[in-house]
């Protein structure tokens, strides 16, 4: 079983930057693939960002690329999503989900574990 904690979220004016945080429980963290997820209202849940078991891969959606980086610090069992250059947008709350794989995962539905979200305004 795996717990985790997202934090970090908040209001922020476009232009601007916060870095999201998760926190994991259980031993098992380094052996998991994390992602990052948003959900705005009326909006299918879309993958994000996402990290690989030992941080050599990941994956940003296009709309993210060159302005967020996903990482991950296996002795702290936390995985980070560093946003720059928010737009309104990027308005949504935002999950942080473990997969029990090694590789990335891309569908929500190959993650097993789930954090409550944490909502990231971007105001205009």
């Known amino acids: 079983q795996v717990m985790l904690v997202e934090s970090g979220g908040g209001l922020v004016q476009a232009g601007g930057s916060l870095r999201l945080s998760c926190a994991a429980s259980g031993r098992t963290f380094g052996t998991y693939a994390m992602g990052w997820f948003r959900q705005s209202p009326g909006k299918d849940r879309e993958l994000v960002a996402a990290i690989s078991w030992s941080g050599a891969n990941t994956y940003y959606t296009d709309s993210v690329k060159g302005r967020s980086t996903i990482s991950r610090d296996n002795r702290k069992n936390t995985v980070y999503l560093q946003m720059t250059s928010l737009k309104p947008e990027d308005t949504a709350v935002y999950y942080c989900?473990?997969?029990?794989?090694?590789?990335?995962?891309?569908?929500?539905?190959?993650?097993?574990?789930w954090g409550q979200g944490t909502q990231v305004t971007v105001s205009s």
């Open positions: 989900a473990a997969t029990s794989y090694r590789t990335i995962k891309y569908t929500s539905t190959e993650y097993a574990y």
